[in-house]
C-alpha cells in the first residue's frame, strides 16, 4: 500500500519549510509566505494528493469546521434551496462542512434552531429565508460570526452582513428589455405590496422610464400577488374586451408563476404570445421558465450566488477575524458597509419581441 504523503513530504518537494505549507495550506500564506513559495506549496499537495487532516486541523484551531444554516422553509424549497446549495459549495471547497435546520416558517423556533446549532460547536452561522424579508434575529447569532442571505437585518441598528438579490436594478434591467424591443405600453402585475421584494422590483420599472425619458401610467401597475391566479384575473382585467390600441402590448410580471396566469389569459382571448402581447417573468424558475410554450423571457434571480458569497463572508469572517467589511453599498433605509447586493440576471426567451404595430 502507497504511503500516505505528509506536510513533511510536500515541504521537501516545494523546497520551504513544514510550517510554510501549514500556514499556505490553512489559508494564512498571504503575508506570511512568498507568491512563489505558496504556488510552488500548492503544485507539490496536487502532484502529492495531500489535503490537510480535517480532525487535527480543529483541534489545532479550536474549530469544529462546521456551518450552522437556519431557515424558514429554504431546506425544503426546490427553488430557494439553491441559496443553500451556493453556500455548501464554498463551504465544502474550504474544508467545511454544512449541517442545516428549517423552522417551518415558525418563527418562535427560531431562538431554539439557532441554539440547537450552537450546542453543536458550529463556526459561524447563516440565516437564510424563502423570498426577500426583514429579519428579527435571533439573539445567539451575534455570538459567533453570522451572516444573513435572502434576508436582512430589522432590527433597530442593524448588526449582520445580509447578502441579498439587487431587485431595483433587476425591476429596471427587465422594462429596459422591453422598451429596446419597442415597447411603450408596458404593464407591471406586482406582487403583494407588503412584500419587500415588489415594491423594490416596480422602483426599478420607474426607473427605467425615467431613463428613457417616458410617462409612467399609474393605471398599469397592480398588485396582484405571487400565484397564477392573480396573473391571469390581473392579466384579464388589462386585456379582456379592451380594443387593441388600448392594450398593452407588453406584461412584466411579479414572477414566473403570475407569467403562467398571463400567459393563460393571452391563450383564453386567442392573443399570440409575443406576437400581440409579450411576458416577461421574474425568477426563472426551473422546470417552469424553461419549459413553458413559448418559453419565458425571465429575470434570474441569483439563489446560488447569493449563498455562495455569504458562505464566502461568513468564512472570511472565521478565518480572518477583524478584516471583512461590507460592500457600502445599500437600499434605502439599511446600513451601508453590510449590504451586498447580488445582481439578477435577464434570460431571453420567446415570450418577448418586438412591439406590435398599432
Known amino acids: 500500500m502507497q504511503r500516505k504523503a505528509t506536510a513533511l513530504d510536500v515541504a521537501k518537494r516545494a523546497g520551504v519549510s513544514r510550517s510554510a505549507v501549514s500556514l499556505v495550506l490553512n489559508g494564512r500564506g498571504d503575508g506570511n509566505v512568498a507568491k512563489e513559495s505558496q504556488d510552488r506549496i500548492r503544485q507539490a499537495a496536487v502532484e502529492l494528493s495531500y489535503s490537510p487532516n480535517p480532525i487535527a486541523l480543529s483541534l489545532r484551531n479550536q474549530r469544529t469546521r462546521m456551518i450552522g444554516i437556519v431557515s424558514d422553509h429554504v431546506v425544503v424549497s426546490a427553488f430557494d434551496g439553491n441559496i443553500i446549495g451556493g453556500a455548501d459549495d464554498v463551504a465544502r471547497s474550504r474544508g467545511f462542512v454544512t449541517v442545516a435546520m428549517d423552522t417551518e416558517f415558525d418563527a418562535a423556533r427560531d431562538a431554539s434552531a439557532v441554539e440547537t446549532l450552537l450546542d453543536r460547536q458550529v463556526d459561524g452561522l447563516i440565516y437564510v429565508t424563502e423570498g426577500l424579508k426583514p429579519l428579527d434575529v435571533p439573539p445567539g447569532m451575534l455570538r459567533v460570526p453570522s451572516v444573513l442571505?435572502?434576508?436582512?437585518?430589522?432590527?433597530?441598528?442593524?448588526?449582520?452582513?445580509?447578502?441579498?438579490?439587487?431587485?431595483?436594478?433587476?425591476?429596471?434591467?427587465?422594462?429596459?428589455?422591453?422598451?429596446?424591443?419597442?415597447?411603450?405600453?408596458?404593464?407591471?402585475?406586482?406582487?403583494?405590496?407588503?412584500?419587500?421584494?415588489?415594491?423594490?422590483?416596480?422602483?426599478?420599472?420607474?426607473?427605467?422610464?425615467?431613463?428613457?425619458?417616458?410617462?409612467?401610467?399609474?393605471?398599469?401597475?397592480?398588485?396582484?400577488?405571487?400565484?397564477?391566479?392573480?396573473?391571469?384575473?390581473?392579466?384579464?382585467?388589462?386585456?379582456?374586451?379592451?380594443?387593441?390600441?388600448?392594450?398593452?402590448?407588453?406584461?412584466?410580471?411579479?414572477?414566473?408563476?403570475?407569467?403562467?396566469?398571463?400567459?393563460?389569459?393571452?391563450?383564453?382571448?386567442?392573443?399570440?404570445?409575443?406576437?400581440?402581447?409579450?411576458?416577461?417573468?421574474?425568477?426563472?424558475?426551473?422546470h417552469v421558465a424553461d419549459t413553458m410554450v413559448p418559453a419565458l423571457t425571465t429575470m434570474a434571480l441569483p439563489l446560488r450566488e447569493m449563498g455562495a458569497a455569504a458562505m464566502t463572508a461568513l468564512l472570511e469572517q472565521i478565518e480572518n477575524p477583524g478584516n471583512s467589511e461590507g460592500s457600502g453599498k445599500s437600499e434605502k433605509g439599511r446600513a451601508p458597509g453590510l449590504e451586498t447586493l447580488i445582481p439578477c440576471r435577464l434570460v431571453i426567451r420567446e415570450s418577448t419581441g418586438p412591439a406590435p404595430r398599432r
Request: contains cysteine; negative net charge; glycine residues 12%.
Open 149 to 286: 442571505a435572502n434576508c436582512y437585518d430589522n432590527g433597530p441598528v442593524p448588526g449582520l452582513p445580509h447578502m441579498i438579490p439587487d431587485e431595483v436594478r433587476g425591476g429596471r434591467e427587465a422594462t429596459t428589455h422591453l422598451l429596446e424591443l419597442g415597447h411603450r405600453d408596458i404593464a407591471l402585475l406586482a406582487g403583494p405590496a407588503a412584500s419587500a421584494a415588489a415594491p423594490l422590483r416596480v422602483a426599478g420599472y420607474r426607473e427605467a422610464f425615467a431613463e428613457g425619458r417616458l410617462e409612467v401610467r399609474e393605471d398599469r401597475i397592480s398588485w396582484v400577488g405571487w400565484d397564477i391566479d392573480g396573473g391571469f384575473h390581473g392579466a384579464m382585467k388589462l386585456l379582456d374586451g379592451v380594443f387593441p390600441a388600448e392594450r398593452p402590448t407588453a406584461i412584466m410580471c411579479a414572477n414566473d408563476r403570475a407569467a403562467i396566469g398571463v400567459a393563460l389569459a393571452a391563450a383564453r382571448l386567442g392573443l399570440s404570445v409575443p406576437g400581440d402581447l409579450s411576458i416577461m417573468g421574474y425568477d426563472d424558475e426551473s
